[in-house]
């Protein structure tokens, strides 16, 4: 059985024009998958949906629906605010693009990890200081008392993007989503990023849904993809069969702009080799 | 200063409702300039010809409208059609010379502002603060203390407190386009800052101050009648709408037309001013006038 | 080796009561061997292309154009510098005046230079246009989007007509700060591969900011790798990159994104 199970999903804009349009995959727990599309090709927007979180005025059609074992079959279309509430953090949690945004920037992050951990597990006092300690280190962050008396402002951007993913933690989801993690991130930086994610993942056996633009991120992490364009799904399969034998016209000429800035780098190997 | 805030983190009107407000927004240039053309055409005639003289007090007083007084007369026995006319002219005249006045230093010392380094920008703000923080009324009362109580005085009072509304709003939208990186190409392009500030600056900022611009017309028209009332502004005979109105309220029962026509003059002024400047704005904005 | 036409001595910048940006930087541009500045955000990059394009004075050190120190005072040499030297910026939505058209936006050296002021007045209007024109077709840009506005374009044809611009004074030097980096990666190659032409057709010599190593690969033979506002390693982009030295550059060499390998 599917952990999500996206069917026939839909999203419309207020002036009526289709963002998305007859989308479908599934994510089985423990499995990552991938959503890879160029801006305005709708991945963000089924993040969203998913988390019904779409803005207003979108309309969103077909079916969403996450089986957790344990907490029952919820269909996401449609459902009212207090069900969704109860599902964000606990059943799905989003690690976002800007972590600035995602934090709020006058309060201290020891707090702002603190926030999630008290709500779900009802953590309070010198228990709850250690579990924001635990969840900071978790993420691999050197000196988590310091950076937990820290403001958002004060500490790097890679180091933001690791207490975003502590907060999305905190719940132990099982769906993690993962919405263009690295793209504001230095190259070095986000390669940390993507290993951290990798074992996080690992460790707690959670599905992944990781979105992102650049083919061979995307494809580092997770095992099945889909390709969208202009909201409509092109190709999907498993990552090497989609990487390594593309049919659809769009999705080989990602691939071939992917392989030929790879081979820019590939070619200084050789040279240095010769 | 929630205007100038919504003015200034105001979206320049993209999104999916931008296509359909497009269509609307020549029928509101076209409303607006009805509304302000028909003041207008009311004030130049009352440069040749009026139905009464402003001061003959023949037609007995609060007269309801009627022959041969179309409006009636006020509590004095003048001719309310007469002063609305005569209104227009000292209205149009207030909202224009303030505007002007005001509109000028604001740009000038908003610009001035927007270049300054930082500390010469800090004292320019805290200025504008100190300025914007002083009632408009405290200064006019200031400048009339200096001349006579008069248009002008009444002018240049509102037109010095606009003036440092204008130059804060310049100010932030000034650093905000030079943040932008079409004025560092502009300068490897070898453009000299006068050439930055002539085709740039002023094009990028024009539309939100010109609308800010607008709205500072319809509330000039309004202290200019808060001034009158306080014999601060436009001597009698001048009729303000303003003070029309104020000298109506007490016998607003008996003939309710007298505060009735004015009030709707300046809502009809107010509105149209605002309407043109919102449609002019798009006319003039290339990324409205062309959508594909 | 020909004299470099842009070169950083020594060059160190802070600002006012702070640590300083960039130290002891040196980097020569001569014609052909464009140079990528690669490090991480911070790293100083930025600052030192701004020194480079002369929007910035060194605190320390000289910026040498044709050999000779560059003094914003002298009008008639920072012109022709202006004339040889252009840059394209990162965000084409940035860089681009919303509220001109793209032949003013393209023909602004043009004016700015004073490049047409030699003509008789009439003619001069029609020689702008037919350099635009030349400016647009190099960059593949259809001749009618001289009468369009920049909304009117995609990310990728902004970039396009920022590049225009930018050759439109027929310089010898371009540089760029993360030309590509805002773009979609489809768009990015079409972008890397029209500044490869560039190159080759123009002779233009293309320094570049970028933390992406397979267009400063594609585009660039020389590469400075700066960390913390020093340059750490420099040299032939194939041996820096292909065997890098520092532990820096290594770390970078390795973090890039691979597709996952073709089956043998």
């Given at each position: 059985m599917s952990l999500l199970e996206v069917a026939g999903l839909g999203v419309r804009s207020a002036d009526g024009r289709d963002l998305i349009s007859d989308l479908s995959f599934t994510v089985d727990a423990g499995t990552r998958f991938g959503l890879i599309g160029e801006s305005g090709s709708g991945k963000s927007l089924t993040a969203l949906a998913i988390m019904g979180l779409l803005p207003p005025g979108m309309t969103a059609s077909g079916s969403v629906t996450l089986d957790v074992p344990g907490r029952g079959r919820t269909e996401i279309?449609?459902?009212?605010?207090?069900?969704?509430?109860?599902?964000?953090?606990?059943?799905?949690?989003v690690v976002f693009q800007e972590p600035l945004t995602a934090l709020d920037p006058l309060m201290r992050i020891g707090h702002q990890v603190a926030e999630p951990l008290r709500r779900a597990q009802g953590l309070r006092g010198r228990a709850l200081k250690t579990a924001v300690t635990a969840a900071l280190e978790e993420v691999r962050l050197a000196e988590p008392d310091r950076i937990a008396r820290a403001y958002p402002h004060e500490i790097s951007g890679g180091q933001r993007q690791r207490v975003a993913i502590a907060m999305a933690l905190a719940c132990r989801p099982a769906l993690l989503i993962a919405d263009e993690p690295t793209t504001a991130l230095d190259v070095t930086v986000?390669?940390?990023?993507?290993?951290?994610?990798?074992?996080?993942?690992?460790a707690h056996s959670m599905a992944l849904l990781f979105i992102g633009h650049d083919l061979a991120v995307v494809s580092g992490i997770t095992d099945h993809v889909l390709i969208l364009k202009d909201g409509k799904a092109v190709e999907s399969g498993a990552v090497l069969d989609v990487v390594n034998a593309p049919r659809h016209p769009y999705a080989r000429e990602l691939v071939g702009s992917a392989r030929e800035l790879d081979a820019a780098l590939d070619r200084l190997g050789e040279g240095e080799r010769s | 200063m929630s205007v100038e805030q919504a003015l200034v983190g105001a979206p320049d009107g993209e999104g999916p409702k931008a296509a359909t407000r497009h269509v609307s927004r020549s029928v509101t240039l076209t409303i607006g300039c009805v509304l302000v053309g028909v003041i207008v055409l009311v004030a130049v005639v009352s440069l040749f010809w009026l139905p009464f003289a402003p001061e003959d007090t023949s037609g007995g007083r609060l007269m309801p409208p009627g022959a041969p007084h179309l409006l009636g007369t006020d509590k004095l026995g003048r001719d309310l059609l007469t002063q609305l006319m005569i209104g227009a002219r000292i209205a149009l005249a207030a909202g224009a010379g303030s505007v002007v006045l005001g509109g000028a230093i604001g740009i000038v010392a908003g610009l001035a502002a927007g270049f300054a380094t930082r500390w010469l920008d800090d004292v320019v703000s805290a200025l504008l603060d100190i300025l914007i923080a002083f009632p408009t009324l405290l200064l006019a009362m200031l400048v009339a203390a200096t001349q006579a109580a008069s248009l002008t005085s009444a002018i240049v009072a509102i037109g010095l407190a606009m003036s440092a509304i204008v130059a804060r709003l310049t100010r932030v939208l000034v650093k905000r386009v030079l943040a932008h990186d079409f004025i560092t190409a502009a300068r490897t392009s070898g453009t000299s800052w006068p050439r930055v500030v002539l085709e740039h600056v002023v094009p990028n900022i024009w539309p939100t101050v010109s609308v800010n611009l607008a709205l500072q017309f319809g509330l000039a028209v309004l202290a200019e009648a808060s001034l009158s009332y306080l014999g601060l502004g436009a001597p009698p005979p001048n009729a303000s709408w303003g003070r029309m109105l104020q000298e109506a309220q007490a016998s607003v029962f008996i003939a309710p037309v007298g505060v009735i026509a004015p009030g709707v003059l300046i809502v009809v002024l107010v509105i149209g001013v605002n309407l043109v400047a919102d449609g002019f704005r798009d006319v003039a904005d290339p990324t409205r006038r062309r959508r594909r | 080796m020909s004299r470099p036409i842009i070169e950083a001595r020594e060059v160190g910048f802070a600002y006012r009561r702070a640590p300083a940006v960039l130290t002891d930087v040196s980097i020569e541009i001569t014609q052909g061997r464009g140079v990528a500045l690669v490090g991480e955000s911070g790293a100083g990059k930025t600052?030192?292309?701004?020194?480079?394009?002369?929007?910035?004075?060194?605190?320390?050190?000289?910026?040498?154009?044709?050999?000779?120190?560059?003094?914003?005072?002298?009008?008639?040499?920072?012109?022709?510098?202006?004339?040889?030297?252009?840059?394209?910026?990162?965000?084409?939505?940035?860089?681009?005046?919303?509220?001109?058209?793209v032949a003013r936006i393209v023909s602004e050296p043009l004016r700015s230079l004073g490049l047409l002021r030699d003509l008789p007045r009439p003619e001069r209007r029609a020689a702008a246009g037919e350099r635009v024109a030349a400016a647009l077709h190099a960059v593949g840009l259809p001749e009618d989007a001289a009468g369009r506005y920049p909304h009117e374009f995609s990310g990728g044809q902004r970039q396009r007509v920022a590049i225009a611009r930018a050759i439109v004074s027929e310089p010898r030097v371009l540089l760029a700060d993360e030309p590509v980096s805002a773009l979609d990666v489809s768009t990015r190659v079409r972008i890397v591969d029209l500044l490869a032409e560039l190159r080759e057709t123009r002779g233009l010599t293309v320094v570049m900011v970028s933390h992406d190593l397979a267009v400063v690969a594609a585009l660039c033979p020389q590469v400075a790798v700066l960390e913390r506002g020093r340059v750490v390693e420099q040299g032939d982009t194939a041996a820096v990159l292909g065997s890098p030295r520092h532990a820096y550059t290594r770390r970078l060499v390795r973090s890039v994104p691979r597709l996952p390998a073709r089956p043998a």
């Amino acid at each position: 059985m599917s952990l999500l199970e996206v069917a026939g999903l839909g999203v419309r804009s207020a002036d009526g024009r289709d963002l998305i349009s007859d989308l479908s995959f599934t994510v089985d727990a423990g499995t990552r998958f991938g959503l890879i599309g160029e801006s305005g090709s709708g991945k963000s927007l089924t993040a969203l949906a998913i988390m019904g979180l779409l803005p207003p005025g979108m309309t969103a059609s077909g079916s969403v629906t996450l089986d957790v074992p344990g907490r029952g079959r919820t269909e996401i279309v449609g459902a009212g605010e207090r069900l969704l509430n109860r599902l964000r953090g606990r059943t799905t949690s989003v690690v976002f693009q800007e972590p600035l945004t995602a934090l709020d920037p006058l309060m201290r992050i020891g707090h702002q990890v603190a926030e999630p951990l008290r709500r779900a597990q009802g953590l309070r006092g010198r228990a709850l200081k250690t579990a924001v300690t635990a969840a900071l280190e978790e993420v691999r962050l050197a000196e988590p008392d310091r950076i937990a008396r820290a403001y958002p402002h004060e500490i790097s951007g890679g180091q933001r993007q690791r207490v975003a993913i502590a907060m999305a933690l905190a719940c132990r989801p099982a769906l993690l989503i993962a919405d263009e993690p690295t793209t504001a991130l230095d190259v070095t930086v986000q390669a940390e990023i993507l290993a951290l994610l990798d074992g996080l993942v690992s460790a707690h056996s959670m599905a992944l849904l990781f979105i992102g633009h650049d083919l061979a991120v995307v494809s580092g992490i997770t095992d099945h993809v889909l390709i969208l364009k202009d909201g409509k799904a092109v190709e999907s399969g498993a990552v090497l069969d989609v990487v390594n034998a593309p049919r659809h016209p769009y999705a080989r000429e990602l691939v071939g702009s992917a392989r030929e800035l790879d081979a820019a780098l590939d070619r200084l190997g050789e040279g240095e080799r010769s | 200063m929630s205007v100038e805030q919504a003015l200034v983190g105001a979206p320049d009107g993209e999104g999916p409702k931008a296509a359909t407000r497009h269509v609307s927004r020549s029928v509101t240039l076209t409303i607006g300039c009805v509304l302000v053309g028909v003041i207008v055409l009311v004030a130049v005639v009352s440069l040749f010809w009026l139905p009464f003289a402003p001061e003959d007090t023949s037609g007995g007083r609060l007269m309801p409208p009627g022959a041969p007084h179309l409006l009636g007369t006020d509590k004095l026995g003048r001719d309310l059609l007469t002063q609305l006319m005569i209104g227009a002219r000292i209205a149009l005249a207030a909202g224009a010379g303030s505007v002007v006045l005001g509109g000028a230093i604001g740009i000038v010392a908003g610009l001035a502002a927007g270049f300054a380094t930082r500390w010469l920008d800090d004292v320019v703000s805290a200025l504008l603060d100190i300025l914007i923080a002083f009632p408009t009324l405290l200064l006019a009362m200031l400048v009339a203390a200096t001349q006579a109580a008069s248009l002008t005085s009444a002018i240049v009072a509102i037109g010095l407190a606009m003036s440092a509304i204008v130059a804060r709003l310049t100010r932030v939208l000034v650093k905000r386009v030079l943040a932008h990186d079409f004025i560092t190409a502009a300068r490897t392009s070898g453009t000299s800052w006068p050439r930055v500030v002539l085709e740039h600056v002023v094009p990028n900022i024009w539309p939100t101050v010109s609308v800010n611009l607008a709205l500072q017309f319809g509330l000039a028209v309004l202290a200019e009648a808060s001034l009158s009332y306080l014999g601060l502004g436009a001597p009698p005979p001048n009729a303000s709408w303003g003070r029309m109105l104020q000298e109506a309220q007490a016998s607003v029962f008996i003939a309710p037309v007298g505060v009735i026509a004015p009030g709707v003059l300046i809502v009809v002024l107010v509105i149209g001013v605002n309407l043109v400047a919102d449609g002019f704005r798009d006319v003039a904005d290339p990324t409205r006038r062309r959508r594909r | 080796m020909s004299r470099p036409i842009i070169e950083a001595r020594e060059v160190g910048f802070a600002y006012r009561r702070a640590p300083a940006v960039l130290t002891d930087v040196s980097i020569e541009i001569t014609q052909g061997r464009g140079v990528a500045l690669v490090g991480e955000s911070g790293a100083g990059k930025t600052t030192l292309l701004r020194l480079l394009l002369g929007l910035a004075t060194p605190t320390t050190g000289r910026i040498l154009f044709d050999g000779d120190t560059l003094a914003p005072g002298d009008r008639r040499r920072m012109r022709s510098f202006r004339r040889d030297v252009q840059t394209v910026f990162q965000d084409p939505y940035s860089s681009l005046d919303p509220r001109q058209s793209v032949a003013r936006i393209v023909s602004e050296p043009l004016r700015s230079l004073g490049l047409l002021r030699d003509l008789p007045r009439p003619e001069r209007r029609a020689a702008a246009g037919e350099r635009v024109a030349a400016a647009l077709h190099a960059v593949g840009l259809p001749e009618d989007a001289a009468g369009r506005y920049p909304h009117e374009f995609s990310g990728g044809q902004r970039q396009r007509v920022a590049i225009a611009r930018a050759i439109v004074s027929e310089p010898r030097v371009l540089l760029a700060d993360e030309p590509v980096s805002a773009l979609d990666v489809s768009t990015r190659v079409r972008i890397v591969d029209l500044l490869a032409e560039l190159r080759e057709t123009r002779g233009l010599t293309v320094v570049m900011v970028s933390h992406d190593l397979a267009v400063v690969a594609a585009l660039c033979p020389q590469v400075a790798v700066l960390e913390r506002g020093r340059v750490v390693e420099q040299g032939d982009t194939a041996a820096v990159l292909g065997s890098p030295r520092h532990a820096y550059t290594r770390r970078l060499v390795r973090s890039v994104p691979r597709l996952p390998a073709r089956p043998a």
